[in-house]
């Protein structure tokens, strides 16, 4: 087989053969390990040099769907704790097969009329359901990294402007350096963004009170007043990875206003805390901040990739990302071109997906199916407190469940090794799936439910799978 388009009557035939062997796999998704005991061996059977003359589509997909759903882990199914990822609501995952089969351009209106209103709708949907002010600018991105980045271009915009300087048309070359506050919640992602930036990921100042890394205020209120009103980011972390906790977002929020700085709130999956009036108190003041952003393939259930970067300016977006181009459309008010508030201009339509689930599960679906989370969080929590050989590291905030193994057979000093090689082995049985993290200097499980799938019978076999992998490990013995 040479060129594609001897395929062109084909391609009904590809589709379902994909469709074929995703309903199979779909089917047994939720009985399926998290991941399979072959799947290394079965991901470099991919392999071999580029063929001269390729074996045409049948004989290439047959190939992908044998060896593909063991390569991959199970990361849509409901035991795939690793991470904070959600899996694919079914709204989410027709309509992302929908824009895989359109493939528009979801730059710019004249490219993908549907593309750009539905982000429009889908934007303004997000912002109703986060309770975030209606006037603020939006724009879907990749995910939480590319969303960090988006936020924080526009506050080092805005920095840059208050000294005299356009940091988009002419960088930030020779300019002071903008002074950069965070708790030790900070999260990778916006610490990466920081150094694509130009901004420096070693500038943050991490004031901490705690080993947990929890926010000192007071240190921030003197860094803040000695500035005297110099521009200056603030980062708050809402829903830190390992144990889920928020920084004191409304009294950031006051401390960043009386000295003229500005709030950027990473709410990856904290944001959704807004959702339910149970929780909607860990996130008080988000409303309030310059920027916020969050994940879509968190907590939305969306497909990756997919994130949404909120500013209170959009001007400020538009003077970043907004380069035009001889061959662009002339704007038009009612017609939106997104590649000009965001960095990617060839774009995915994963708007599609988010209008979906949107329309599908509603506020009260996705407040519901928060809600659950939190309680199988909690029902973890408890399980671990009514153990003798586990112990709880914090109460959960949200859907993280930070604890580690301690059985009273291992030396203390003794724990962490332990934990990490039973960390490993989890890993590889693949039964339920999560990895180990460092909290407060102690290394730990941090299980993150976030699947809409998951249930209590899936969060009731972390415990029992750890104590039976625990039992194999030579060195020590479980207690019951």
């Given at each position: 087989?040479s060129d594609p388009l001897f395929e062109t009557d084909l391609v009904e035939a590809a589709l379902r053969q994909v469709a074929a062997a995703a309903d199979v796999y ?455």
């Amino acid at each position: 087989m040479s060129d594609p388009l001897f395929e062109t009557d084909l391609v009904e035939a590809a589709l379902r053969q994909v469709a074929a062997a995703a309903d199979v796999y779909m089917k047994q998704l939720d009985e399926l390990p998290a991941r399979d005991a072959g799947s290394d061996a079965a991901a470099r059977s991919f392999s071999g040099s580029l063929p001269d003359v390729g074996v045409g589509s049948a004989a290439a997909l047959a190939r992908l769907v044998e060896a593909g759903p063991t390569a991959a882990t199970r990361s849509a199914g409901p035991r795939f704790f690793h991470f904070v990822t959600g899996g694919s609501t079914p709204a989410a995952l027709a309509a992302d097969w929908l824009a895989s089969a359109l493939d528009n351009n979801a730059a710019m209106w004249v490219s993908s009329p549907l593309g750009a209103q539905l982000e429009k709708v889908s934007l303004d949907w997000l912002k109703d359901l986060f309770r975030l002010p209606s006037e603020w600018g939006g724009v879907l991105v990749t995910g939480a990294t590319m969303a960090n980045f988006t936020a924080l271009a526009a506050a080092r915009q805005w920095c840059m402007e208050r000294l005299g300087v356009d940091a988009a048309k002419n960088g930030i070359a020779g300019a002071a350096p903008i002074p950069i506050f965070s708790s030790g919640f900070v999260h990778a992602s916006a610490v990466k963004a920081l150094g694509m930036l130009g901004l420096g990921y070693g500038s943050i100042r991490r004031l901490t009170r705690d080993a947990a890394g929890r926010f000192d205020l007071d240190a921030l209120e003197s860094a803040l007043a000695e500035l005297d009103g110099a521009p200056a980011i603030v980062l708050a972390t809402a829903g830190e990875v390992n144990a889920g906790g928020f920084d004191p977002i409304a009294r950031l929020a006051d401390m960043a206003h009386r000295h003229r700085a500005w709030l950027h709130v990473d709410g990856a999956f904290g944001l959704y805390a807004r959702l339910s009036p149970g929780l909607a108190h860990l996130a008080e003041g988000i409303d309030r901040a310059d920027s916020v952003i969050a994940d879509g393939h968190k907590w939305l259930n969306v497909p990756y990739d997919c994130g949404f970067a909120f500013v209170r300016d959009e001007r400020l977006l538009h003077s970043v990302f907004g380069i035009g181009a001889p061959y662009f459309p002339e704007a038009v008010a009612d017609r939106p071109d997104y590649l000009m508030l965001g960095p990617e201009m060839s774009r995915r339509a994963r708007a599609l997906a988010v209008w979906a689930t949107l329309a599908a599960y509603g506020r009260d679906g996705y407040r519901q199916m928060v809600e659950r989370h939190v309680g199988l969080a909690r029902r973890l929590a408890e399980q671990i407190e009514a153990s003798e050989d586990f112990e709880l590291l914090e109460q959960p905030h949200i859907n993280v469940v930070c604890f580690r193994y301690c059985p009273d057979t291992a030396p203390p000093d003794e724990l962490d090794g332990l934990n990490r090689r039973l960390g490993q082995l989890l890993l590889d049985d693949g039964r339920v799936y999560l990895g180990t993290t460092i909290y407060g200097g102690r290394v730990a499980f941090r299980p993150a439910i976030s699947n809409w799938r998951t249930r209590e019978a899936d969060v009731d076999q972390v415990l029992p799978v750890l104590r039976e992998l625990a039992a194999g490990l030579s060195d020590v013995s479980t207690a019951g």
